[in-house]
């Protein structure tokens, strides 16, 4: 059975500059072990967007093995023959009851709470895009490394009074932060993205959708000892790094 825990949001802030109206919430523990199926949407913020210079007319998705999924102090390992490793912070949908081809509202209403997950992502020159002009669709594989997935073994309860849009993102690199952003630079509202997964894959109970990151990080992790992945009001996602 999951434990219950309560906490403030202001014990979830990236800092006090960032602190609001401290309400209780309701965390429960959620270790990699209960993750179901781990769907992946890229391309949903407008400065990853910009970063990318695509246009999107919906979301990439893909779905993340469970040999690339870890939990917070976990050791993200990064080949060598893998280069400008970049972090993704990413608020990270819970879904609590089965959809299939479900519309904005019902997406919503099965969405039980939210965690972080990091879409860890290499890029250089191995093994090379099959089509260097189809960017992410042909270099998923990048993503999909061990390790390369860390989820926050917990979630938030989901607060059906709020819309999750305007929350602080931000990712340090050892202790330095390379991206300061928010959720709502998002190109596509959550209700509207987990209806878009829903309709190319069944979800079920305990299946994650991760809903993309504001991109842009001014430093790779190729050289780091570890990355932290926070989101306000949501956590923080701390995972040391080693290159093997």
């Not at 019902?106 to 972080?116: H, L, R, V």
Request: hydrophobic share 35%; proline share 6%.
């Amino acid at each position: 059975m999951n434990s219950l825990v309560f906490l403030s949001r202001n014990n979830k802030n990236l800092s006090d500059r960032y602190n609001r109206v401290a309400e209780p919430i309701l965390v429960v523990n959620f270790p990699k072990d209960q993750i179901g199926k781990f769907v992946a949407l890229g391309g949903t913020f407008q400065t990853h967007q910009q970063e990318t210079e695509r246009t999107y007319r919906w979301p990439d998705l893909w779905v993340v093995p469970d040999e690339a999924v870890i939990n917070e102090n976990e050791t993200i390992r990064i080949p060598d023959r893998v280069e400008k490793i970049k972090p993704g912070a990413e608020i990270t949908a819970v879904i609590g009851e089965g959809i299939y081809e479900a519309d904005e509202e019902e997406a919503w209403n099965a969405i039980k709470g939210f965690t972080i997950s990091n879409d860890v992502t290499a890029s250089g020159d191995w093994p090379g895009w099959s089509d260097p002009d189809h960017g992410m669709i042909t270099g998923v594989g990048y993503k999909l490394l061990p390790t390369f997935s860390p989820v926050l073994s917990e979630y938030v309860d989901r607060d059906a009074e709020t819309t999750y849009d305007d929350l602080d993102v931000e990712i340090r690199v050892d202790g330095e932060t390379t991206v300061s952003g928010s959720t709502e630079q998002m190109a596509f509202s959550i209700p509207e993205m987990v209806s878009f997964a829903s309709n190319i894959c069944k979800l079920h109970e305990n299946d994650l959708v991760a809903l993309g990151d504001p991109g842009n990080p001014t430093n790779f992790l190729d050289d780091a000892d570890s990355v932290t992945c926070e989101i306000e009001g949501i956590g923080k996602l701390t995972n040391p790094i080693e290159r093997v």
